[in-house]
């Protein structure tokens, strides 16, 4: 059992974490924290033994828990972390709040976030990754984020820090997101609101969004053509190169690759850990073995498999 500081929050031992992700798998948690506020989050890491592992947990849309679960101390921020602050030219995010409500309430304000309305998932989790769509990304807005470090100290760190890049950030070690600042362009309101109606038909009208999905599972990747002259990330589509090698609607198990959008592993029904995730690299297998082109994973994979399969 480990040993752990007092909190306000909540403290589970072997949580399951399973009906804590969008793909509905996975083990338990050692510990599941889910702290008050930023001072109790604060305190706990500053109390805690550092030996012990730490894992931040959003509200799992891009996430695949494996079966053996995770050892250490999840931690996910609830409520004390979801509020959202608007000025008249700066939106302030809890972490936990979600992109699709700070889209609505920055558009109530005529403060373009609209990009944000179709990304699934938490303000913590769109920072870390950069989200984007339709030509827009978190870099392109963001201020500042501020973090609680593994030994408890708290701090606001820049944009020039967190070196932004496509799906991905150079988040200090041991940095947890609890906020983060915005300065958006301004808009009309009325225009807002029909800009992510029209972005969410269609997303509806293209992607399996009542499916049990994790969002895209692979990163759009960078590939060369025949002539060796490297293509740009955004011309050369994940759901392309894995339909040109034949996977689409691939299935292990209770896992497919989805007939609908192929970039998207599904939980088809009974699916476990390991098959989500052998499907998705036999999918890179296949491309790599087909046209020379590996793709990264977007989903994060997370915690301990219970059989010998690859551990990437």
């Not at 997303?203 to 002259?229: H, I, L, M, W, Y």
């Not at 098959?275 to 915690?303: C, F, H, N, P």
Request: net charge negative; with cysteine; aromatic share 6%.
């Amino acid at each position: 059992m480990l040993k752990l500081p007092t909190v306000r929050g909540t403290l589970t031992p072997q949580r399951s974490l399973a009906d804590l992700t969008w793909m509905r798998v996975g083990g338990p948690a050692e510990m599941l924290f889910q702290p008050a506020d930023i001072e109790d989050l604060s305190k706990f890491l500053a109390d805690l033994d550092p030996a012990v592992p730490v894992f931040p947990m959003g509200v799992g849309s891009n996430l695949i828990v494996r079966d053996g679960g995770i050892s250490g101390v999840v931690i996910r921020l609830g409520r004390g972390f979801n509020g959202i602050e608007i000025s008249e030219d700066h939106v302030i995010a809890g972490a936990a709040a979600l992109d699709a409500h700070v889209a609505r309430k920055a558009a109530d304000a005529g403060l373009d976030l609209t990009f944000l309305r179709t990304i699934p998932g938490t303000i913590g989790g769109a920072v870390r990754m950069n989200a984007g769509c339709y030509g827009s990304y978190v870099a392109d807005v963001l201020t500042s984020v501020t973090v609680v470090y593994r030994d408890g100290s708290i701090d606001e760190i820049s944009l020039e820090v967190l070196q932004l890049a496509y799906r991905q950030s150079s988040l200090p070690e041991g940095a947890m997101i609890v906020s983060a600042r915005f300065t958006p362009p301004k808009e009309a309101a009325d225009v807002l609101k029909q800009r992510m109606t029209d972005q969410l038909a269609k997303r509806d009208e293209t992607q399996p969004t009542k499916d049990r999905t994790a969002g895209s599972t692979f990163r759009n990747p960078a590939g060369f053509s025949s002539t060796g002259q490297a293509d740009d990330v955004h011309d050369l589509k994940a759901w392309k190169v894995i339909d040109d090698a034949g996977m689409r609607g691939a299935v292990l198990g209770g896992a497919v690759m989805n007939t609908k959008h192929s970039n998207f592993l599904t939980n088809a029904g009974g699916a476990t850990a390991a098959e989500l995730e052998d499907l998705g690299e036999a999918v890179r297998k296949k491309v790599y073995d087909s046209q020379g082109i590996t793709l990264e994973w977007e989903i994060m994979r997370v915690g301990v498999r219970l059989d010998k399969g690859p551990k990437k």
